[in-house]
């Protein structure tokens, strides 16, 4: 159900955004998986804030910020066709990225793997483990 509801808060965001009202959430990403401390719910917002699992929002800093930025305007370009990687072989993780017009899935092992895709794996992990203060 959560997702669900963040879904619908992304998408009031970007409207409310358009309409130039105070900017949203950037993007969603849920990550699932068989691993421990897999389960993830990261939503990034415009403003330079994260929550993990609905905490407490914490700051971004400048520079992850804008590499939240790039990879949202990178996410928005990546074709219809492509959004959906099928999973690959023995996959661990499963990753999910909600923007307000689209939702992209793939795994760990999904091949092949965009470049942007890539780059939100490491941007989760990062965020989650250096903001978040998540083990993974």
Do not use: H, I, W
């Not at 970007?14 to 993830?40: N, Q």
């Not at 219809?80 to 499963?94: C, K």
């Not at 999910?96 to 895709?117: H, Q």
Request: some cysteine; overall charge positive; aromatic content about 4%.
């Amino acid at each position: 159900m959560r997702p669900r509801v963040a879904l619908l808060g992304l998408a009031a965001a970007a409207s409310v955004s358009g309409c130039g009202g105070p900017p949203g959430d950037l993007f969603l990403v849920e990550r699932t998986g068989r691993l421990p401390g897999a389960r993830l719910t990261l939503v990034v917002s415009y403003r330079g804030e994260v929550r993990c699992n609905g905490a407490r929002p914490r700051a971004l800093g400048d520079e992850r910020l804008l590499a939240a930025r790039d990879l949202a305007r990178r996410l928005r370009a990546v074709p219809p066709a492509r959004r959906v990687v099928p999973p690959g072989p023995a996959a661990l993780l499963r990753y999910r990225v909600l923007l307000p017009k689209a939702v992209l899935s793939f795994t760990d092992t999904s091949r092949p793997l965009p470049p942007v895709l890539a780059a939100v794996q490491a941007f989760t992990r990062d965020v989650a483990r250096q903001v978040c203060r998540l083990p993974r």
